[in-house]
């Protein structure tokens, strides 16, 4: 045994001794430096989003008689409620992920500055300034939009320690449409989801939960809706014609 280890040191020593670059140095200083490299793989899907060209074409272009304002303290408010609910803005994951991950989960966010809001499943009450000019041309006291807004979202992935399958969604409009878009929509959500162990309705966060964690073989969807819209002006300047923009921001968390 003792012969074997001796070798073995030995073999070591001379490998060791054949690999080195030493260098010479006649008054024992030394100058050099270490190089480091690599590369980093982004294995986040890409989501796909999309404000719906139906909606868009939806909202212009809307005429209400000057009569049909309600004084409200010293505005005038127009109720467009008849105009229904818009599906706002959707996405969802372009292809299948490995698996779950930080940074996987968009935050969505709309509104101005520092009034914007984290759409979730619960209704958010939302206002944008709104813009008018008068009939003669010049530009009026500005007002406000408001109206309603609620996301829903779903997810799909394969969870190890049970060992089943997931396709789990929030409640609600939004929700079924989140739903819909990820089975429709994702890379080869038929082939991968083949076999579906747990269909059902989860909260909003916990859906996400799924996506910022271990889950494998994980997919998302988003979607929102909005409704109640009404415009107000100041009653004294309500303007011939008006324009508001709702903006809308995605960050990954």
Do not use: C
Not at 81 to 89: I, N, P, Q, Y
Not at 169 to 197: F, K, M, P
């Amino acid at each position: 045994m003792k012969k074997t280890m001796i070798a073995g040191m030995v073999s070591v020593l001379m490998a060791a001794s054949a690999n080195a670059a030493f260098t010479e140095s006649a008054d024992g200083t030394f100058t050099g430096s270490l190089s480091f490299s690599g590369s980093i793989t982004d294995t986040q899907p890409a989501w796909m989003w999309e404000l719906p060209e139906v909606t868009i074409n939806s909202v212009t272009d809307w005429n209400v008689d000057k009569a049909a304002g309600v004084l409200e303290g010293e505005n005038a408010v127009f109720d467009f409620a008849d105009k229904g609910t818009f599906e706002f803005l959707h996405g969802y994951t372009k292809s299948v992920a490995a698996g779950g991950q930080p940074g996987f989960r968009p935050i969505v966010t709309v509104g101005e500055g520092d009034t914007a809001q984290e759409i979730n499943d619960t209704v958010k009450s939302i206002s944008v300034v709104a813009s008018g000019v008068g009939s003669d041309g010049a530009a009026t006291a500005d007002g406000q939009l408001s109206f309603s807004i609620s996301g829903g979202n779903a997810v799909a992935f394969f969870w190890p320690e049970s060992g089943l399958w997931w396709l789990a969604y929030s409640g609600g409009t939004a929700g079924a449409n989140a739903r819909t878009l990820l089975q429709s929509n994702v890379e080869n959500y038929a082939t991968v989801y083949a076999q579906i162990d747990m269909e059902e309705e989860r909260a909003f966060s916990w859906n996400y939960n799924y996506l910022n964690n271990t889950s494998l073989n994980a997919s998302g969807a988003f979607d929102s809706t909005m409704s109640d819209i009404k415009l107000s002006f100041p009653s004294t300047s309500v303007p011939a014609t008006w324009t508001a923009d709702v903006p809308v921001t995605v960050t990954m968390m």
